[in-house]
């Protein structure tokens, strides 16, 4: 079993930078691929960007590529969101999730509908000024 715990989460103005962790423990951390997805109160949850932390492939939802870059710290068995540029449309909870057998271009794919194998508990992202 994985768990995985976010942190990172706050008040932000618009235009600014937050960077959101997500620790993995209880598993072979290099076996996963992780997803970092958001949901807004009456929306769907959306997919926004994985990586596998084997070979460090990633992809990115059009809606954040160019602003937001995700990476991972194999060490620490972290994977993190580095988000920049803000804005408010981007106030959602934030999750990570993890799959096992899912490849980077499969969870891209798949995105917030997808079914993977564990989730964080989520850490809340506000824009707002």
């Known amino acids: 079993q994985l768990q995985l715990v976010e942190s990172g989460g706050g008040l932000v103005q618009p235009g600014g930078s937050l960077r959101l962790s997500c620790v993995a423990s209880?598993?072979?951390?290099?076996?996963?691929?992780i997803g970092w997805f958001r949901q807004a109160p009456g929306k769907e949850r959306e997919g926004l960007s994985y990586i596998h932390p084997n070979d460090g492939s990633t992809r990115y939802a059009d809606s954040v590529k160019g602003r937001f870059i995700i990476s991972s710290d194999n060490a620490k068995n972290t994977v993190y969101l580095q988000m920049n540029g803000l804005k408010p449309e981007d106030t959602a909870v934030y999750f990570c999730?993890?799959?096992?057998?899912?490849?980077?271009?499969?969870?891209?794919?798949?995105?917030?509908?997808?079914?993977?194998?564990?989730w964080g508990q989520g850490t809340q992202v506000t824009v707002s000024s």
């Open positions: 209880g598993d072979t951390f290099n076996d996963y691929t």
């Open positions: 999730a993890a799959d096992r057998w899912a490849t980077v271009a499969q969870m891209h794919m798949m995105g917030g509908i997808g079914g993977y194998d564990y």
